[in-house]
């Protein structure tokens, strides 16, 4: 069974190199894109079964070695026989997983959008601060981040922030990151010392190309007005920015941190782009099966995925009831323990699905 599918993949790989020549000399970028990746995915796959290929050749001939081995001979086949025999299971198991289906985001740039909800001021704060752990993660991962629009609020926290990590693994790392992230502190705004919890919404997009999302611009609505700066004041003196309407599906975009219009609009239409892409892919993994959807990638923005605890120094991801006491790290970037073990996650029930 593993052998003819192998079979059947290598000679997807080799038409798929033959189909990039014709679509590179024909200019076609979408299906360039597509072939391209495709390509990469096999060329993984197939590197895989070509070693476990050889690995498997090399208990046999250990097998046969053995059988006319004596001595200290025996003794140095099954030693290299032990060893062929771990490096075909550790092969299978590889192979195994990069079999399991492939995430359409995967390579993908994530757009990240954070803001304040339950908690007034301190949920804005809270905001911020999971603004600067995912800047700090992403530096540590050698990722690059772009903020799209930032409204800050009356203390230095973050009404709401929209931004790119850019990275090639980012998405399959912060892809589990949407939802409710709650928060138990003493605010700074609390004079008798009472621990408040407050909470943060947080939504994570892949971000869509113009080749994957077609708008017209018959559907948009498009209004400009002065940007504004904390507590309501005008912080500029021209109409530079910019919300975006899609009246077919009511998702709207707003942007205003650049100083020219046209900026702020690019920039709309990159986030609503991604928003329409999202949508569609929801909708498809509806249709496909609604109770195969992962509860995981894409848990509503209303369920608490996550609670930070600054009294006990406590970070829990309620999705895979794994807690850490060392909060104080993750909120310093230190977040690949919990996004390893989201994405153990994913592919755990991934195979168990079959």
Do not use: C
């Amino acid at each position: 069974m593993l052998r003819e599918r192998m079979e059947e993949l290598s000679r997807e790989h080799d038409t798929v190199v033959a189909e990039l020549n014709e679509a590179s000399a024909a200019g076609d970028a979408r299906r360039l894109r597509d072939l391209s990746r495709r390509r990469h995915e096999l060329d993984e796959v197939v590197s895989t079964w070509r070693r476990l290929e050889a690995a498997r050749a090399d208990v046999d001939v250990a097998h046969e070695l053995l059988a006319d081995a004596t001595g200290t001979d025996r003794d140095l086949v099954r030693a290299d026989l032990e060893r062929a025999e771990g490096e075909a299971s550790r092969l299978e198991e590889e192979l195994r997983l990069q079999l399991l289906p492939r995430d359409p985001n995967a390579g993908r740039a994530v757009i990240v959008e954070i803001r304040g909800t339950e908690g007034g001021e301190e949920a804005n704060l809270f905001a911020r601060d999971l603004f600067d752990m995912y800047t700090r993660y992403a530096a540590q991962r050698g990722w690059r981040v772009e903020v799209l629009s930032e409204s800050p609020s009356e203390r230095n926290g973050l009404n709401e922030v929209t931004f790119v990590v850019r990275g090639d693994d980012a998405w399959q790392r912060l892809e589990h990151e949407g939802g409710t992230h709650r928060v138990q502190r003493v605010p700074v705004t609390e004079s008798q010392g009472r621990i408040h919890t407050s909470a943060a919404a947080v939504t994570v997009l892949p971000e869509a190309e113009e080749v994957d999302v077609e708008i017209d611009p018959a559907d948009l609505k498009i209004d400009v007005y002065r940007s504004t700066g904390p507590g309501g004041q005008s912080v500029n003196t021209t109409d530079s920015a910019v919300r975006i309407t899609h009246l077919p599906t009511g998702i709207v975009v707003a942007m205003q941190d650049e100083k020219s219009q046209i900026q702020n609009r690019a920039k709309a239409l990159v986030v609503l782009r991604s928003r329409l892409l999202k949508a569609e892919q929801d909708r498809q993994a509806a249709e496909l099966s609604a109770q195969r959807r992962s509860q995981v990638a894409t848990g509503g923005r209303s369920e608490k995925i996550r609670t930070y605890n600054f009294k006990e120094n406590r970070v829990t991801d309620h999705r895979i009831k794994l807690t850490l006491h060392k909060l104080d790290r993750v909120l310093l970037g230190d977040l690949d323990e919990l996004t390893e073990a989201l994405m153990a996650d994913k592919r755990t029930r991934q195979l168990a699905e079959g």
